[in-house]
């Protein structure tokens, strides 16, 4: 039968050598260098069977089956094309994720599941490594793959440069977020924990329970355990978090609980978070924080609730804060759109109560050539100034209507203009009394270029403003920037600019108060060629009299994997420099890497060497670095494997002898 008649009576594009197809069974026999394709599945083999009536397809010899961007390679395959899952022997699979840089090699005797989302691989090993003998690997009696998410491991074993270093019962690895499990307890010692031993061991249940367990025995502060756990319910899912310390110098127990949980009821998308910490140092409170909120988006609306509260509770005092925010947004027309808010506190303690309630209600149109807003905002006390220190800060829009009008070219010119007009009335309150006036203003703003030549270009933004208030006050504002940029040479442009504002009068409201007077120069001169960059600025202050420090900045690469950086600061004032930095990062070969940072310091008149790091890498998959940081007089010893920088062991040595450890955790949570 030929390829093209075959193709048109089954669901799916082949291609063989050789084939057959029985139309009253619908079987599909290929062999030679055969490929199927159905939807986004792709199936690559040497023979393959496929009964289109199941839609079940068994492939073997030189396997390879892509499914979207995820590509399995195995001795065989057995696989459903309408449910998308099957089972490759021998097989080996590359994944990679938003955390990881690199990819992450899975082998395995046999991988079954849904290979483009989720899958396990029994008898298998993951590694990060490229290679058939890589330097860091894991084997495992299982992994369980969550696509772009996270790989469980169970009874898995470590082996580094093909030597076991030890076993444990499971082990996550995690390629969505910087997150994993350490390997080996952390030994250390620290002034307030004395020696410490701490671990932080990952477990998973199943795909939607897994987390870890936290064990810390310290000399000084006593033991600590824990345990945080992230679940996926139907439509829900949350982190819960247990610590609790038996605490050595209260006799008591420390503990902390938190609660992070999402929901999604219909439209609607609920979360909570609730923070609950005891302590039993003199004086430490107990203290509870816990947020929720909830938002819903309809087609042409928005609402959203949110509430916090916070309490603490001493000896003898207690004290409690709410605040809640209701917000509801309509878009009632093409042109005509409103917002209305609401913003309730409550601050409750043993001295009394402060309850109160800020509304807001805005109004925004739309119309041809212009925008309006209307803004109507302010309080109510709703407990009538009871509280001590009941009387703040705030002001009040009574309501405040605003109109913009659009963007045009100033006639004759490439500049655009725009204007801008406002009657409101106010209303702010101070601890020395309240003002209540109505303000009309006017502004006016143009910028755009005034100069364009083909070695530079002159710009311009400006703005004058005009308020008058009802009580008799009056104020004008002018503010405006002068850029010029020129073309010296094709490496070198140099820049210039002007500030300057004023203003005459003055507003009764401090809302309403602007900076005062202002004029300022400022140059930059950037120098560039290919492979580096060079940039000195400076300004000067018209109004104080007095120049700013010249800052000269100097970035050099003059090739891959080597760059360079210099930096210095000329201070007038003190006649010399300020400071002064060196910074450079080499790579020697694929092997090594070598980094330096110090600084000159003008106030002590000394250079400090800060770091200086060297690097060793191992097949571009597992590095080792040395650090001296001068600094703090300290050496650190620390390794990682390149696709997972930030999980990362780290031991060091101060300038006193005493051993350091980079804390895994600090208690009670990171």
């Known amino acids: 039968m030929p390829p093209a008649m075959a193709q048109a009576e ?76 099957g089972r490759v022997t021998r097989a080996a699979a590359a994944y990679s994720g938003p955390m990881v840089l690199g990819t992450v090699f899975i082998r395995a005797e046999t991988m079954e599941g849904a290979l483009d989302s989720f899958f396990s691989a029994r008898v298998s090993s993951c590694t990060t490594c490229e290679g058939p003998n890589p330097v860091v690997n894991l084997t495992a009696g299982e992994l369980t793959v969550h696509l772009n998410d996270k790989i469980v491991g169970r009874r898995v074993t470590v082996w580094i440069a093909g030597r076991k270093v030890f076993t444990w019962p499971s082990f996550v690895i995690f390629i969505r977020e910087q997150r994993a499990s350490r390997l080996l307890p952390v030994v250390g010692y620290s002034e307030t924990e004395g020696y410490f031993l701490k671990t932080f061991y990952s477990y998973a249940l199943n795909e939607n329970h897994y987390g870890y367990l936290r064990l810390d025995l310290m000399d000084r502060l006593g033991v600590g355990y824990g345990v945080e756990h992230a679940y996926r319910l139907r439509r829900g899912s949350g982190v819960a978090f247990l610590y609790r310390l038996e605490n050595k110098q209260t006799g008591g127990a420390d503990s902390r609980i938190v609660l992070s949980h999402q929901q999604q009821m219909g439209d609607v998308t609920a979360r909570l978070f609730a923070d609950h910490v005891t302590a039993t140092m003199p004086g430490a409170p107990v203290e ?21 509260y916070s309490g603490r509770d001493w000896p003898g005092f207690w004290s409690r804060t709410y605040s809640g925010r209701a917000v509801h947004s309509l878009q009632m027309s093409d042109a005509l759109s409103a917002e209305l808010v609401a913003d ?52 009040e829009r009574l309501p405040e209507l605003t109109v913009v009008g659009d963007p045009r ?97 003055q507003s009764p409201f401090a809302f309403d108060r602007l900076s005062g007077r202002m004029a300022q120069a400022d140059a930059t001169l950037t120098y560039r060629q290919p492979g580096l960059i060079a940039t000195a600025t400076t300004s000067y202050d018209g109004i104080a009299g007095r120049m700013a420090p010249v800052v000269a900045q100097v970035q050099y690469a003059p090739r891959p994997g080597w760059t360079a950086a210099a930096a210095a600061a000329y201070d007038p004032s003190l006649g010399g420099l300020s400071r002064a930095e060196l910074a450079f990062d080499v790579t020697l070969s694929p092997h090594w890497q070598a980094a330096y940072y110090g600084f000159y310091d003008g106030t002590t008149g000394r250079f400090y060497h800060d770091r200086l790091t060297i690097t060793r890498i191992w097949d571009d998959c597992l590095a080792a670095a040395i650090t001296y940081r001068g600094v703090a007089g300290e050496i650190w010893f620390e390794t990682w494997l390149t696709a997972l920088p930030w999980v990362r062991g780290r031991v060091g040595v101060s300038g006193q002898g005493t051993i350091l450890f980079d804390q895994p955790w600090l208690w009670p949570r990171q």
């Not at 050789?18 to 792709?42: E, H, K, P």
């Not at 509870?288 to 916090?308: C, E, T």
């Open 10 to 85: 089954i669901p799916v594009t082949l291609r063989a050598k050789t084939f057959q197809y029985n139309r009253i069974t619908r079987v599909l026999v290929a062999a030679g260098d055969v490929m199927v394709t159905y939807q986004d599945i792709t199936i690559n083999a040497d023979r393959l069977r496929a009964d289109l009536g199941t839609n079940d397809v068994r492939a073997e010899g030189r396997v390879r089956l892509d499914v979207g961007r995820q590509s399995i390679r195995g001795d065989s395959l057995d696989y459903n094309l309408v449910a998308r899952r």
């Open 409 to 505: 070219l100033l006639a004759g010119t490439r500049l655009v203009y725009q204007l801008q007009a406002g009657l409101g009335r106010f209303r702010e309150t101070l601890l020395s009394g309240t003002t209540d006036a109505l303000r009309t203003d006017a502004a006016v703003t143009v910028g755009g270029p005034l100069l364009v030549s083909d070695r530079g270009y002159l710009n311009l933004r400006a703005q004058a403003r005009g308020s008058h208030y009802s009580n008799g006050d009056a104020r004008a504002f002018v503010s405006g920037r002068l850029d010029y940029t020129h073309q010296i040479n094709p490496s070198l442009t140099g820049q210039l600019g002007l500030t300057y504002q004023d203003q005459a009068g």
């Open 344 to 395: 309730f506190s409550r601050a409750a303690s043993s001295s009394g109560t402060d309850d109160e309630l800020f509304p807001r209600l805005v109004l925004r149109y739309r119309g041809a050539g212009y925008s309006a807003s209307l803004v109507a905002e302010g309080r109510v006390d709703l407990d009538g100034d009871a509280f001590p220190g009941d009387v703040r800060y705030t002001a």
């Open 288 to 308: 509870l924080f816990a947020v929720v909120d909830a938002y819903h988006r309809g087609p042409r609306s928005h609402s959203m609730l949110y509430q916090s």
